[in-house]
T-cell receptor, first 117, second 114 residues
Framework: AQSVTQPDIHITVSEGASLELRCNYSYGATPYLFWYVQSPGQGLQLLLKYFSGDTLVQGIKGFEAEFKRSQSSFNLRKPSVHWSDAAEYFCAVGGGRRGSTLGRLYFGRGTQLTVWP | DGGITQSPKYLFRKEGQNVTLSCEQN?????MYWYRQDPGQGLRLIYYSQIVNDFQKGDIAEGYSVSREKKESFPLTVTSAQKNPTAFYLC?????????????FGPGTRLTVL
């Protein structure tokens, strides 16, 4: 069965520091991977996604993620964090039933990011 | 503006009452989804629908019901059978419901059982 693990529940970084949020997935076939961000009391916004091709994916707001098949990982990175990046971040893997076109997402439990000024 | 609207933003319910959460989209998407979010548990799938008049149970469908009579609407009813309904509920849609299609989320409804 598909699953996603985000090992870090809460991360605190200083503004201007680099950031890496970890994500490990379990999926039998080629994974479709997503990172979403959620501000308090709001819905989720897509940051980036990976389907195939170049393993380094660029997203919005200066984020990037690298797919590493050998490590079953899809870590999110940002070179310099801004105070407005404080939010909760969710990694997700797309999956579905064999023989069906209907897909769904499996989400990790999220990583809460706090940014110190 | 195209998007997903959820209403109401906050909802209070007495124990034993059914309540219906609204989700409407004007993105012309075929697929729609309902998730429940609890602190520290991420998003869990309740129901999803790829086309009108068809829907599938997700991981935590017990105590919930849905209908999909129109393409743009996917209301969720939280029944009295749901033992712990207090949570944040998120609706999403995608263009065709396949694994590759990006899901777009509404702003959510916070349900509190008094």
């Amino acid at each position: 069965a598909q699953s996603v693990t985000q090992p870090d529940i809460h991360i605190t970084v200083s503004e201007g520091a680099s950031l890496e949020l970890r994500c490990n997935y379990s999926y039998g076939a080629t994974p479709y991977l997503f990172w979403y961000v959620q501000s308090p009391g709001q819905g989720l916004q897509l940051l980036l996604k990976y389907f195939s091709g170049d393993t380094l994916v660029q997203g919005i707001k200066g984020f990037e993620a690298e797919f590493k098949r050998s490590q079953s990982s899809f870590n999110l990175r940002k070179p310099s964090v801004h105070w407005s990046d404080a939010a909760e971040y969710f990694c997700a893997v797309g999956g579905g039933r064999r023989g069906s076109t209907l897909g769904r997402l499996y989400f990790g439990r999220g990583t809460q990011l706090t940014v110190w000024p | 503006d195209g998007g997903i609207t959820q209403s109401p933003k906050y909802l209070f319910r007495k124990e034993g009452q059914n309540v219906t959460l609204s989700c409407e989209q004007n993105l012309n998407h075929d697929a729609m989804y309902w998730y429940r979010q609890d602190p520290g548990q991420g998003l869990r799938l309740i129901y999803y629908s790829q086309i009108v008049n068809d829907f599938q149970k997700g991981d935590i469908a017990e105590g919930y019901s849905v209908s999909r009579e129109k393409k743009e609407s996917f209301p969720l009813t939280v029944t009295s059978a749901q033992k712990n309904p207090t949570a944040f509920y998120l609706c999403a849609s995608s263009i065709d419901g396949t694994v590759r299609s990006t899901q777009y989320f509404g702003p959510g409804t916070r349900l509190t059982v008094l």
